[in-house]
Nanobody, 115 residues
Framework: QVQLVESGGDLVQPGGSLRLSCAAS????????MGWYRQAPGKQRELVAR???????NYVDSVKGRFTISRDNNKNTVYLEMNSLKPEDTAVYYC?????????WGQGTQVAVSS
């Protein structure tokens, strides 16, 4: 059974930092592209960052220079380091694993940025 378990969400003040983690099981993690998506209330889910199995990364423009995605294939885990957080980063953050037609999602972790 495939499981993606996110952790690390929290309430943080503007300008603060968080590190999200997504631990995967039930898949050959190293062959999957991994992504972080987010969904704010009343908005569509959007791709935040993605890392291919080869380590190539891409980011939505609004987080470039502030967020960093990385993966540890030995731990079957993908991370999202988030710095200089803004209120508009408030959302539920979801982990995604994708390989060809196989697509899996985690349950999400809440990030709230507020003073």
């Amino acid at each position: 059974q495939v499981q993606l378990v996110e952790s690390g969400g929290d309430l943080v003040q503007p300008g603060g930092s968080l590190r999200l983690s997504c631990a995967a099981s039930g898949i050959v993690f190293s062959i999957y592209a991994m992504g972080w998506y987010r969904q704010a209330p009343g908005k569509q889910r959007e791709l935040v960052a993605r890392i291919t199995r080869g380590g190539t990364t891409n980011y939505v423009d609004s987080v470039k220079g502030r967020f960093t995605i990385s993966r540890d294939n030995n731990k079957n885990t993908v991370y999202l380091e988030m710095n200089s957080l803004k209120p508009e980063d408030t959302a539920v953050y979801y982990c995604n694993a994708n390989f060809q037609v196989k697509d899996y999602w985690g349950q999400g972790t809440q990030v709230a940025v507020s003073s």
